[in-house]
């Protein structure tokens, strides 16, 4: 594989991750919002702005979503998602710059995730959830493969120098 395949896979994964960041940012600045005002009006707001009906099954399901979420929850779902949103952001930056210490970043992070994508998939299975788990399989083998294969071209280039 060409030098340019490598840095173009490695620069799709950044993309990946920057923009997992900046979905999780959308979500937590949301749920800030919502900490501040009452949800269910803000919802039915959203709703009638986009046109949708307030009467739908979605809202209506929003809404029984968001009803028995106290303040101090949407707070701690908000930094938890910031947080989650800055480690996405740093990996993702890290990949597009090409720095090896954000292959092993991604490879620790994603990794350590993937039992719990596993465990919400035989939840509450949806094809949005496989896909992404599937996503991040991937990712962490050809990650692996990678850092492995830099490090044998270390070991073999320090053997031929003693």
């Not at 720095?99 to 949806?126: D, F, M, N």
């Not at 044998?152 to 280039?157: D, F, G, M, P």
């Amino acid at each position: 594989m060409s030098l340019e395949t490598r840095t173009g896979w490695i620069r799709w994964i950044a993309f990946f991750k920057l923009f997992k960041a900046f979905v999780l940012a959308a979500a937590m600045a949301t749920s800030f919002t919502l900490t501040r005002h009452e949800p269910t009006q803000i919802l039915t707001r959203w709703a009638l702005s986009f046109h949708v009906d307030p009467e739908n099954s979605y809202v209506h399901t929003m809404l029984s979503w968001l009803l028995p979420i106290d303040v101090k929850q949407l707070e701690l779902f908000a930094v938890g998602t910031g947080l989650y949103a800055l480690v996405f952001a740093v990996e993702g930056v890290g990949l597009w710059l090409l720095k090896p210490w954000a292959e092993y970043l991604t490879i620790l992070s994603t990794a350590l995730l993937l039992p719990l994508e596993g465990y919400e998939i035989v939840q509450r299975r949806s094809l949005a959830k496989c896909a992404v788990l599937v996503i991040n399989v991937v990712i962490v083998a050809y990650l692996v493969e990678r850092v492995r294969g830099r490090v044998t071209v270390k070991h073999r280039r320090e053997a031929a120098l003693e």
